[in-house]
């Protein structure tokens, strides 16, 4: 299982940016599909972004599409996930996986998760004012 590395969460009033990094421990990354997911409080998680390794197209949930995006650095191995404009309702815990699977359906496009429920620790996010 490749293990992945979720960071820069933070505490950030509603309007703001983070931007949260996603690196692997001991692989590279630039052949994987990887997805971050969002899981608020008391809810399900929830696939936020995620980004092809095939070609870096990239995949949005309704809620985050024109304020967030997903992008990958291969020099430095690392994928990110920018969010602006935040808002209350982002508050969570932001995790990232490889076991994603970019699908578009029609007009549709999702982040299908398909691993067995084994997640890094996550990075927190807090939006409030």
């Known amino acids: 299982q490749v293990q992945l590395v979720e960071s820069g969460g933070g505490y950030v009033q509603p309007g703001g940016s983070l931007r949260l990094a996603c690196a692997p421990v001991g692989v590279t990354l630039d052949a994987y599909a990887i997805g971050w997911f969002h899981q608020a409080p008391g809810k399900e998680r929830e696939g936020v972004a995620c980004?092809?390794?095939?070609?870096?197209?990239?995949n949005y949930a309704d809620s985050v599409m024109g304020r967030f995006i997903i992008s990958r650095d291969r020099s430095k191995n690392t994928v990110y996930l920018q969010m602006n404009r935040l808002e209350p309702e982002d508050t969570g815990v932001y995790y990232c996986a490889v076991e994603v699977m970019l699908s578009v359906t029609g007009p549709r496009r999702d982040c299908i998760y398909y691993g067995s429920d084994r997640w890094g620790k996550g990075t927190p996010v807090t939006v409030s004012s």
């Open positions: 980004i092809s390794g095939a070609d870096d197209s990239a």
